[in-house]
């Protein structure tokens, strides 16, 4: 079993940062790819951004250019470094992680204050 715990979350003006972690443990010797998805107010959830064990990363359109997504050396802790914050990155932010089965998160409030 894995577990993944997010951190980082909080309330930030528009125009502000945050960095997001996101830690594994337990079973996490096959861990490949591990992202971060988003779920706003009564919308779908959706990729933010994700990174394979060789640093091989994807973005969604609304957060490129903008935020950052990076591991440790361990490739058990992903971090989500976020720019240029607006009002429609609210929401609240889930880890994932997969080996043959998906890992998910509690998620962490992100709330962007206009």
């Known amino acids: 079993q894995v577990q993944l715990v997010e951190s980082g979350g909080g309330l930030v003006q528009a125009g502000g940062s945050l960095r997001l972690s996101c830690a594994a443990s337990?079973?996490?010797?096959?861990?490949?790819?591990m992202g971060w998805y988003r779920q706003a107010p009564g919308k779908q959830r959706e990729l933010v951004a994700d990174?394979?064990?060789?640093?091989?990363?994807n973005y969604a359109d609304s957060v490129k250019g903008r935020s950052t997504i990076s591991r440790d050396n361990a490739r058990n802790t992903i971090y989500l470094q976020m720019n240029s914050l607006k009002s429609e990155d609210t929401g609240v932010y889930y880890c994932?992680?997969?080996?043959?089965?998906?890992?998910w998160g509690q998620g962490t409030q992100v709330t962007v204050s206009s």
């Open positions: 994932r992680a997969r080996d043959t089965r998906l890992y």
């Open positions: 337990g079973s996490i010797f096959s861990i490949n790819t």
């Open positions: 990174i394979t064990k060789g640093g091989n990363t």
